[in-house]
Nanobody
Framework: QVQLVESGGGLVQAGGSLRLSCAAS????????MGWFRQAPGKEREFVAG????????KYPDSVKGRFTISRDNAKNLAYLQMNSLKPEDTAVYYC????????????WGQGTQVTVSS
């Protein structure tokens, strides 16, 4: 089992920045790809960033590309999501997720952290 705990959410004005952190425990962190997802009220959960086990490959949807940056520190068992130029439409609960490097689906999830962007 992998346990994930997010932190760093909060209220920010449009154009501002936040950095989310995800602390992992339970298994060898460097064996897992990490991802960030978000879910706004009344909407489906949306993928916003992914990073492979080594940190050498990252992925973003067009909606956040150039504004969000995912990173990881395997020595500290931490993953991060730096969010810049935030927009009101970025408001959502953000979830950290993990999957073993050879699997397709993310199967470990954190409890989520609220991000609210005011206009």
């Amino acid at each position: 089992q992998v346990q994930l705990v997010e932190s760093g959410g909060g209220l920010v004005q449009a154009g501002g920045s936040l950095r989310l952190s995800c602390a992992a425990s339970g298994r060898t962190f460097s064996n897992y790809d990490m991802g960030w997802f978000r879910q706004a009220p009344g909407k489906e959960r949306e993928f916003v960033a992914g990073i492979n086990w080594s940190g050498g490959t990252t992925k973003y949807p067009d909606s956040v590309k150039g504004r969000f940056t995912i990173s990881r520190d395997n020595a500290k068992n931490l993953a991060y999501l730096q969010m810049n130029s935030l927009k009101p439409e970025d408001t959502a609960v953000y979830y950290c997720a993990a999957k073993y490097m050879t699997t397709v689906q993310y199967n470990y999830w954190g409890q989520g952290t609220q991000v609210t962007v005011s206009s």
